[in-house]
């Protein structure tokens, strides 16, 4: 099977205790799991960053361990979604955005912006947000996404304040998510949260043959795919990352 173009399946994270003698090698040294989990994958979504700012040496380190053609996904600082008007979060946005991340290069992708979930759609709140995100980086093109958790963004002036911006909707799969499809933007972003642990692959066959003829059909329109398996039994994410990659193409999109 020929892999469409611009796809790339990962996983949240790479340090995960439970994944050793699942995923990673017993015997893999600690400080090698995002080499081994790099080579494994196209893309790794960093959640740590939600809580706090990472050190320039580690953004330095990560850069260099992986291979080309790989992304990095950001999860953006909390102190920015979580004030009761995101008009206000200037501050927090350079802050976060200030920390050193551009020593990625070209292995820095999209950056997620997950809304609280009693966040309700205000259309100048959130189109006052939207401008305080920038397209560049020391040099580097920035893409966002957001992540709402509240039903009220399933409208079409919602839809209008991304697409004016080139800001992709996260497509969730998960209980606690509205399920949100709408081109938005030049690439999608999904986030599939409904792994069970007695199903090996976390998902079983028909989802996952469905979430790949989804990004086959995002692919065909011209658009870049992610898609992250993440979180409900994490300990699958891994076996259904890998699943799924392998309906797309028999390797990662490196190079």
Known sequence: ???????????????????????YPDKLPHRRELEY????????????????RQSPKSWDAWGKVVPDGF???????????????????????ETFLAQGMSALG????PILWMFAARRKFDRDDIAAFLDLLPTSLDGLPL??????????????????????????????????????????????????????EEVATGYGDAALDGFAERARGWSGQGRDSYLFLIN????????????????????????
């Not at 469409?4 to 003698?21: A, D, S």
């Not at 196209?42 to 809580?51: K, L, Q, V």
């Open 1 to 23: 099977m020929v892999q469409p173009p611009n796809i790339r399946v990962g996983i949240g994270g790479w340090t995960y205790e439970p994944w050793r003698g699942v995923f």
């Open 106 to 109: 070209d292995r820095l992708g």
């Open 232 to 255: 409900g039994a994490k300990v699958r994410a891994p076996a259904a990352a890998l699943a799924l990659q392998q309906r797309l193409a028999a390797a990662p999109l490196h190079g």
């Open 37 to 52: 989990a790099s080579q494994a994958f196209g893309a790794i979504e960093i959640n740590a960053t939600f809580y706090g």
């Open 71 to 93: 992304r990095f996904a950001i999860k953006g600082s909390r102190y920015s979604v979580t004030r009761p008007k995101l008009a206000d979060a200037e501050e927090a946005v």
């Open 143 to 196: 893409r966002h996404v957001i992540e709402p958790r509240h039903e009220s963004f399933r409208d079409d002036a919602f839809f209008a304040l991304c697409r004016a911006r080139d800001v992709a909707i996260v497509f969730g799969d998960a209980d606690d998510v509205p399920c949100i499809e709408a081109d938005t933007a030049s690439f999608t972003y999904a986030r599939l949260k409904r792994m069970r």
